[in-house]
């Protein structure tokens, strides 16, 4: 029997450069929450060499402004059914109300579930 598989989180957002402390102290909230309900790693990316794109681009994707940064950002799970219960219990723990508000516009968050097919 094959064991399973680990479980990716991704997201994309536009940060108020300003923001960048506030941000860095709210995913470090963050952390101790997601790993509290099961997350094995969380990693939090400012960005650097964001390229613009006319067609295509992270700065398209998540609307950013000229004030604005793109934070790329994971959260690795053991497993799906992991992830999917370790979700559901962060959305449900009181700490997450108890955190500072985001200092981002959630509205332009970008995220979803990924199954790893190669990691070498």
Request: proline letters at 8%.
């Amino acid at each position: 029997m094959e064991s399973p598989t680990q479980y990716i989180d991704g997201f994309v957002a536009a940060v108020p450069t300003a923001n960048k402390a506030a941000y860095t102290a709210y995913a470090r909230q963050a952390v101790a929450l997601f790993k509290k309900h099961g997350a094995i790693r969380l990693v939090e990316c400012w960005g650097d060499d964001v390229p613009p794109g006319e067609i295509t681009s992270f700065p398209l994707a998540v609307q950013c402004q000229d004030d604005e940064t793109v934070v790329f950002s994971w959260i690795v799970w053991p497993s799906k059914a992991v992830r999917d219960a370790g979700m559901a219990k962060v959305m449900a723990d009181p700490d997450i109300q108890a955190m500072d508000p985001m200092p981002f516009d959630g509205k332009r968050l970008i995220y979803g579930g990924f199954e790893i097919i190669v990691d070498e």
